[in-house]
């Protein structure tokens, strides 16, 4: 018997209790995938079908079929996150190593005020603002789901985070940069910005998974179809295909699978960040 | 730990990188903070070409009915563009608010009975009565019905598209395995009414496999008018008295109505349960009260034969409702001529034709036409079921307030359906939720 | 503590004379061009919104008309005339109430089995923090469907040891319940990872100075350990919290506010007021009714957090 066997039995409780959550928190990924293979006729069988036969990949394609907006649901919701992102990301940052590096009157008067933007909930906010881009004619377009996130509740937090790093950051370093002759922009860009690299990545996932999952921005700012974002594309899909269960399954495969593949691959940054941050 | 490799990374960096900064200390660095720019406005042609947007919530194949439409149309009218918009139902009459608010909203608009007494009470459509001196448009073809609802003190505001009756589509394989007749032939011995209805739903619930008699929901269980209010009707009342003051349900007649549907769930078990979504087509359910438009997914079934009947008889009568839906323009248009232009063109003689392959035109001459008559089980079913039913067929219910009623009605009907609450108890909540709703 | 302290660093900059002199001039102005897109953010999408939502809660501001000043009416009508903001209140804490025991407990309980050197550890600690990655309207579909009334799988599950299943979505009684259960699976690996991390921060020589004292483990839990996380827990505790009176996408895509109104919570409701009938009022008033309650908690948590951190120090 190998170590490794041994140490599973020894702790048999442990492993029991484990595979007990496991599984229950990844069933609903193993019968998403299966119905979304499945033939239509064998969803509701009785026994239920626990592994498709016939496998019909021809369901994903049918989703673009029947909803040939789809692909456009899922490019309005990258680009999107994508912008939010990497604006949080950069202003986020500039404004952390400005708190954090930089001498100005009032700076931590300024910094305080800005920390208790973190604490107003977006759904208050929500109802002017929605007022407001209704009379300047930008509901239904995709500036409401940028820019206020990038720059509001969302970005706060990032310059906190990105603050606490820079203060972190031996000063000899800067400092060396400003006799060198350095303007703080290019301390910045070329010293300080690729340092922050780790915090930068915590606060791009958060930001990004954030923005991915925003359901609430584009079900109240969103009219065209064709500007749907994921999250309001598939509850339309849920309205429209019905009782369809294969297509809404594999609609949600699809969804689902790209941000899934990226934190398998980067699963370490995604946990060591939420621990890291203790946020959310 | 972390922290040590972190700093070394640091010193180490910064070695490389301050270097650099030397040589390029005269740069003037660019300012990265160019804010995310909204979406381009669209520059307005200065020309004659006229730009008008369409809304509609169809499907796709709608949509593409539509392009090819506009397309010819653009053939005659060159100068004016048609960009179609599509906005989901569910939505729908908040979204074309919201667009109404910020003055964006589409110069021709689908409206459906619901969403029509919001916007015409405000005054926001477009009077349209110049159509009926088109003699070409042959406006005295409309059903008249049909028409009540976008018209107010002889003008007209819009005109209906798609008007199709509810009826009754029915398995005519379990009806031959159970040896019972069908509804088609009980229609035609005038036998056709709701004791029948569920004397034969009866017949044919198999809980063993899975089969039910009778659905009356269709599109979810929210959408509660269509399910019951031809139910009301047959039972001789209706949901909101016909100046919209008063909610008429609570009364014996709706009581009636109304503990039949429940029976028929809870009682005698022949109707799927709240939120179950068994469809027609899977061949589980006997009689499935649907519209004429789900012809196109009864035709995709191969398992069983089928057929359509009208709805059955109450006491008062069949109760036949419809959909209902019609192409307005809005007021706020830039284009007033050329949305006429326009509404005229797509619900024409021609058009409608084209349109009636989704839709149940409006248009007595296009309804009774052998293409109409082609596209159901038989020529014979669907004069009965539609044609025979157009006359006397009722839009649902509308009123300028339905947003908050339909919201209101349903969770209220939520309590019929968790069985927390008598039918009695539920007129009576219904009647104080939704009175303070219509003033 | 992963929070340093908000002071700053002194300001020991000025070591040399001259050409940083010169600079330093600059840096003022270098520092507020910085921070100028988070402030004018600050200042256009968090503080003028804010202020307006106050101001609007006095009115009857609506989309659809002209507004009018109504003084406390709002205010009023949400706490004296209108039943249904005492039930979505009621909805709210209920699902909170549900919530966070669960979801700390469990987390607590996860983090605790995953606190040791074991094969496949690490296969567990990603298994339960999927769902977390994953989109709360895809999560709350497949749930939905699983819970569907007669062809769920639940109840299919259930009939085939002969019991008939409830249909879970439209009961009143359980409707909530099931919104909790597919919230708390959802997101118990986010505070199980929190949890992680504070027990792996715990010092090793505790732990070995409670086994020579003969400290039982049970002992050692509550008397070691669980001080020893404190901060963390409170910190997931009231996040949680915050979090839990936000409720929104869940019962958006599973329940709509139902059966009845027995899932209508408060963001719900604001959603259902301002962005349905468009009374912005009468939101923006429950609105700042769930501000209030959430800038209490962050107060407090907030104090209490300082408290911690020194007591740690």
């Given at each position: 018997m190998s170590n490794k066997q041994r140490a599973v039995l020894r702790n048999l409780p442990v492993y029991m209790a484990l595979i007990a959550v496991s599984v229950l928190v990844l069933f609903p990924f193993f019968w998403m995938v299966t119905t979304a293979l499945k033939e239509q006729t064998k969803i509701f069988l009785f026994p239920p079908q626990?592994?498709?036969?016939?496998?019909?990949?021809g369901n994903f394609a049918d989703v673009f079929k029947v909803q040939p907006q789809f692909p456009l649901y899922f490019w309005n919701s990258l680009y999107t996150s994508v912008l939010v992102t990497v604006g949080t990301c950069l202003f986020a940052a500039l404004a952390g190593f400005a708190f954090a590096k930089l001498q100005f009157p009032m700076r931590n008067l300024i910094f305080l005020v800005l920390l208790t933007?973190?604490?107003?909930p977006t759904e208050v906010t929500a109802i002017p603002m929605f007022n407001w881009f209704t009379k300047l004619q930008?509901?239904?377009?995709?500036f409401p789901l940028i820019v206020p996130p990038m720059l509001g509740a969302g970005g706060m937090f990032g310059v906190f985070l990105l603050r606490q790093f820079f203060i972190a950051v031996p000063s000899e370093l800067d400092e060396a940069a400003k006799i060198d002759g350095c303007s703080p922009w290019t301390t910045f860009w070329r010293i300080m910005f690729p340092l922050a690299g780790p915090s930068l990545a915590t606060l791009a996932i958060f930001t990004f998974l954030h923005s991915w999952d925003n359901y609430f921005d584009p079900l109240i700012y969103?009219?065209?179809?064709?500007?749907?974002t994921l999250p309001v594309g598939l509850k339309l899909f849920t309205d429209t295909a019905g009782t369809e269960w294969q297509l809404l399954m594999a609609a949600s495969v699809i969804a689902t699978l790209p941000l899934l593949i990226v934190f398998f691959f980067a699963q370490k940054r995604f946990i060591e960040g939420v621990a890291l941050t203790g946020l959310k | 730990m972390k922290k040590r490799y972190a700093l070394s990374l640091a010193i180490l960096l910064s070695a490389a990188t301050l270097t650099a900064c030397g040589n390029n200390s005269n740069n003037s660095s660019n300012?990265?903070?160019?804010a995310a720019a909204g979406e381009a406005t669209k520059s307005e042609d200065s020309g004659k070409s006229v730009n008008l947007k369409f809304s509609i919530w169809g499907n796709d194949t709608h949509k593409k009915m539509y392009e090819d439409m506009i397309a010819k149309f653009h053939e005659s009218h060159p100068n004016i563009n048609v960009e179609i918009m599509t906005i989901p139902f569910a939505d729908y009459q908040q979204k074309l608010s919201i667009m109404q608010a910020s003055k964006t909203a589409p110069d021709v608009a689908w409206l459906a009975e619901r969403m029509i007494p919001q916007f015409l009470t405000a005054d926001?459509?477009?009077?349209?009565?110049?159509?009926?001196?088109?003699t070409a448009y042959n406006?005295?073809?409309?059903?008249?019905?049909?028409?009540n609802l976008l018209s107010k003190d002889d003008h007209v505001y819009g005109i209906p598209f798609s008007t199709p009756p509810a009826m009754i589509y029915y398995n005519k394989t379990l009806f031959e395995e159970k040896g019972l007749a069908t509804p088609t032939e009980l229609y035609e011995q005038g036998k056709w009414n709701y004791d029948e209805f569920l004397k034969a739903a009866k017949a044919l619930t198999d809980p063993a496999k899975g089969?039910?008699?009778?659905?009356?929901?269709?599109?979810?269980?929210?959408?509660w008018p269509d399910a019951l209010q031809s139910i009301f009707n047959a039972y001789?009342?209706?949901?909101?008295s016909a100046d919209g003051?008063?909610?008429?349900?609570?009364s014996k007649e709706g009581e009636q109505a109304l503990t039949m549907f429940s029976d028929m769930i809870f009682?005698?078990?022949v109707h799927p349960k709240p939120g179950d979504q068994t469809t027609f087509d899977t061949g589980k359910i006997a009689m499935q009260k649907e519209l004429f438009s789900y012809m196109g997914k009864a035709k995709a079934v191969t398992d069983f034969k089928w057929d359509i009947a009208p709805l059955p008889a109450g006491p008062a009568g069949t109760g036949t409702t419809m959909g209902y839906a019609g192409v307005v323009g809005m007021?706020?248009?830039?284009h007033p001529k050329e949305t006429l232009e326009f509404i005229t063109y797509i619900t024409n003689p021609d058009n409608m034709v084209i349109t009636s392959q989704f839709f149940v035109p409006s248009r007595k001459a296009v309804l009774e036409s052998d293409d109409f008559l082609k596209q159901g089980p038989s020529p014979e079913s669907v004069k009965m079921a539609v044609i025979d039913q157009m006359p006397t067929a009722k839009s649902l219910p509308a009123h300028p307030n339905w947003q908050q009623i339909d919201t209101k009605m349903q969770s209220v009907l939520d309590y019929l359906y968790t069985q927390s609450a008598s039918v009695q108890d539920v007129l009576k909540k219904a009647d104080t939720e939704i009175t303070p709703l219509l003033k | 503590m992963e929070f340093a302290d908000v002071k700053p660093e002194p300001?020991?900059?000025?070591?040399?004379?001259?050409k940083t002199n010169r600079l330093n001039k600059h840096e003022k102005w270098y520092g507020y061009l910085f921070i100028s897109p988070m402030v004018i953010g600050y200042v256009v999408f968090l503080l003028i919104p804010i202020i307006a939502a106050f101001s609007m809660s006095f009115t009857n501001a609506s989309l659809l008309h002209e507004s009018e000043f109504i003084g406390l009416g709002n205010y009023k009508k949400a706490f004296t005339e209108d039943p249904l903001f005492w039930q979505t209140v009621g909805h709210t804490l209920y699902f909170s109430l549900g919530l966070i025991p669960l979801n700390l407990i469990l987390a607590l309980g996860l983090a605790v089995l995953l606190n040791r050197k074991l094969p496949f550890i690490g296969f567990f600690r990603t298994a339960i923090f999927t769902p977390v990655v994953t989109s709360i309207v895809v999560w709350s579909i497949v749930w939905k469907y699983i819970f569907?009334?007669?062809?769920g799988l639940m109840n299919q599950l259930l009939k085939l040891i002969g019991i008939t299943g409830p249909a879970w979505l439209y009961n009143m009684e359980l409707a909530m319940p099931v919104v909790i259960l597919v919230s708390v699976l959802k997101n118990v690996g986010l505070n199980m990872v929190i949890f992680l991390a504070a027990l792996q921060d715990v010092p090793k020589m505790y732990y070995e100075a409670a086994t020579i004292d003969g400290a039982s483990k049970r002992r050692t839990f509550f008397s070691i350990t669980l001080p020893m996380i404190s901060p963390s827990l409170f910190l997931a505790l009231i996040l949680t919290l915050i979090g839990s009176l936000k409720v929104f996408s869940q019962i958006q895509v599973m329940t709509d506010g139902g059966p009845g109104t027995s899932t209508y919570v408060l963001v719900y409701y604001i959603y259902q007021q301002a962005?349905?009938?468009?009374?912005f009022g009468y939101a923006s008033a429950i609105a700042f009714i769930l501000f209030f309650l959430v800038l209490v908690l962050t107060i407090v948590q907030w104090n209490l957090r300082k408290r911690w951190v020194h007591h740690e120090q």
């Open positions: 626990w592994l498709p036969s016939p496998v019909q990949w933007g973190m604490m107003i930008l509901t239904d377009t995709h969103i009219s065209s179809d064709r500007l749907f | 300012e990265g903070n160019t926001q459509l477009m009077d349209i009565s110049e159509i009926k001196n088109d406006f005295a073809d409309i059903y008249p019905s049909t028409l089969i039910y008699g009778a659905n009356m929901v269709r599109n979810g269980w929210n959408n001789g009342t209706d949901f909101l003051t008063k909610l008429t349900l609570n009682k005698e078990k007021k706020d248009t830039k | 300001a020991k900059a000025v070591v040399r004379k001259g569907a009334t007669d062809n962005f349905k009938i468009f009374e």
